[in-house]
């Protein structure tokens, strides 16, 4: 399962919506861009650009811990401090 938040601004913090899909290609469909373009951007394999400036993904499930918490580049470094 895979947990997408939807910004109101680039800082992302301000939270404007948040969704739940059993697939990222349906969370792809709902912004409108190409799974592969997700996908790569989850992965860190290219740079947000575009609606990605205004989201994070991640992904949960029921062996993960994470589920229903948002892990950006600064939840990661602030988890990694506790």
């Known amino acids: ?13 301000s939270v ?8 990222m290609k349906d969370a792809a469909a709902v912004l409108g861009i190409k799974p592969s373009q997700l996908s790569n951007t989850y992965h ?10 205004y989201c994070a993904i991640s992904k949960c499930g029921e062996r993960r811990a994470t589920c229903g ?3 950006t580049a600064r939840g990661r470094q602030n988890a990694a401090a506790k």
Do not use: N, S
């Open 1 to 13: 399962m895979w947990l997408l938040t939807l910004y109101a601004d680039t800082a992302q913090t």
């Open 16 to 23: 404007a919506a948040t969704w739940r899909f059993h697939r």
């Open 44 to 53: 860190e394999l290219i740079r947000k650009r575009g609606i990605l400036e």
């Open 69 to 71: 918490r948002v892990l």
